[in-house]
């Protein structure tokens, strides 16, 4: 067993394979709860050892009961077997398809927007110290169906729901201009207890920073010489055969 000690700890919500993860990871949070629907996807987690504990695996419909009550116990789980007495962090990136410009495709996707209203709740129901939910540039404006049945924009239920007992601050950012090696604008919204006095939520965006360049994002790969040549550590690290080469 992993001995926490003084790490921080963080509950994941549609944590996909666990990318994210890997950035709390980096500065040596301790991994609560990571929730998933797709089961491969979270197996993806389970060989990486996101988690400390196994019951931090929660896999299923986040909409469902009894997925949310194994969020939960997963959670009380992490707090009795580390003494712990506070959920430092809670990130949430609901899914973007009814949201994202990119989905030429949508019908009726109230459902899938509605997703973050799932997360408010347990956002509620564990009052985390920090949360952070991110998502696409329109995502506030985005209508979904509240816990009071009526429909609203997403920032309407975000301040309804969480105000009492957060300030929160919401920006519409680039991250390549934050160190990122592409373009990706996203929506973070930060919220902070209030019992936290100390700190405020606009405090906790990001630094600006510079973009590497591709020479400083790849000349440490290793030379592939022969096209078709597939690097043995890193199976997309690869010269690919081009059509209408010789011999492909």
Known sequence: MVMVGKKLGYVSLFSSAGVGCYGFNLES???????????????????????????????????????????LDGIKNWQKTYDKTDVDVLIATPPCQGISVANHKKNNELGRNSLVVESLKLITQVSPKYFVIENVRGFLGTECTDVDGVNKPIRRAVFENLAGGYNIAHK????????????????????????????????LFPAEKKAPTLRQII??????????????????????????????
């Open 29 to 71: 949070f301790d991994c609560i709860v990571t929730s998933e629907l797709i089961q491969r996807r979270l197996e993806v987690q389970k060989h990486n050892n996101v988690c400390s504990l196994q019951s931090g695996y929660v896999g299923g419909d986040i909409t469902k009961p009894d997925v949310q009550q194994r969020i």
């Open 172 to 203: 519409v950012i680039n991250f390549k201009d934050y160190g990122n090696n592409s373009s990706r604008t996203r929506t973070l919204v930060i919220g902070v207890r209030k019992d936290l006095e100390e700190v405020a939520p606009f405090e």
């Open 219 to 248: 000349e440490h790969l290793p030379r592939l010489k022969s096209m078709g040549e597939i690097q043995p550590l890193d199976i997309y690290h690869s010269f690919r055969p081009q059509r209408g080469s010789i011999g492909f």
